[in-house]
């Protein structure tokens, strides 16, 4: 096939781009579950009421929000730090999900420190335990007001790690350069991966949608909820 002629790069290195995609999807996915559960560790930390835990997290959140995550992936991939030998994939996952974590951690906090805390006491009066707490009270209010800054960082991940093909993850951009180096059709090439992005970050957006939709509609809910726990107390 002529790869000169148009289409012909997105019809015979589609099989990779599309390889490629699932790779960064993969990635990506698995950073976010990472990410989101570091980041609500360091969140409570940073609300803790034990001082030291509170230098701790706000030191996490200030090296890594403070560093590119081009330095990061060099690092774990470059240096064998502690001792051990990384593979691309793993050391562009823990390079991500640490840096993540540090702006999931400031999200999910500003969303806990968002709850009424009369609703709160209300919870603690009737003898909810942590876990109803969460549940009916933090998770409802919080999670509202934590869905748009949350899914943006999503987005803005998904985009950023087009950087972990320097360290030669397979991922969708790792491919599209190998596409136009064999084919020197770089405008095509860029073409494919550029529209490929955009359907990915489509999705999140409107993942986003649905779920500010969702939970706008159950806000009824919550606040019969929050006055019933009210009325309760």
């Known amino acids: 096939m002529n790869v000169s002629e148009p289409g012909a790069v997105a019809a015979e290195y589609f099989p990779f781009f599309l390889n490629g995609a699932l790779t960064t999807l993969g990635i990506v996915a698995a950073a976010i579950v990472c990410a989101t559960v570091l980041g609500y560790v360091i969140a409570t930390l940073r609300l803790s009421r034990i001082r030291g835990l509170r230098i701790f997290a706000a030191a996490y959140v200030w090296f890594f929000r403070g560093l590119p995550l081009m330095l990061s992936l060099f690092f774990f991939y470059y240096t064998k730090p502690f001792g051990l030998t990384l593979d691309a994939f793993t050391a562009g996952l823990i390079a991500m999900s640490l840096n993540s974590a540090s702006f999931f951690s400031e999200i999910i906090r500003a969303g806990l420190k968002s709850v009424n805390t009369g609703h709160l006491e209300a919870a603690d009066s009737v003898g909810m335990n942590p876990v109803q707490k969460f549940l009916r009270v933090t998770g409802p209010e919080g999670v509202r007001l934590m869905t748009p800054p949350y899914i943006n960082n999503c987005i803005i991940m998904l985009k950023e790690s087009a950087q972990i093909s320097v360290i030669t993850v397979p991922d969708l951009m790792l491919q599209g350069q190998k596409a136009y180096n064999s084919t020197y059709n770089v405008m095509e090439t860029l073409g494919v991966v550029a529209a ?38």
Do not use: F, P
Request: hydrophobic fraction near 45%; charge should be positive; glycine fraction near 10%.
């Open 196 to 233: 490929m992005y955009l359907v990915m970050t489509s999705l999140l957006m409107a993942l986003q949608i649905v779920i500010e939709k969702k939970t706008g509609g159950k806000m009824g809910t919550t606040k019969s909820l929050r006055e019933s726990v009210g009325s309760m107390a």
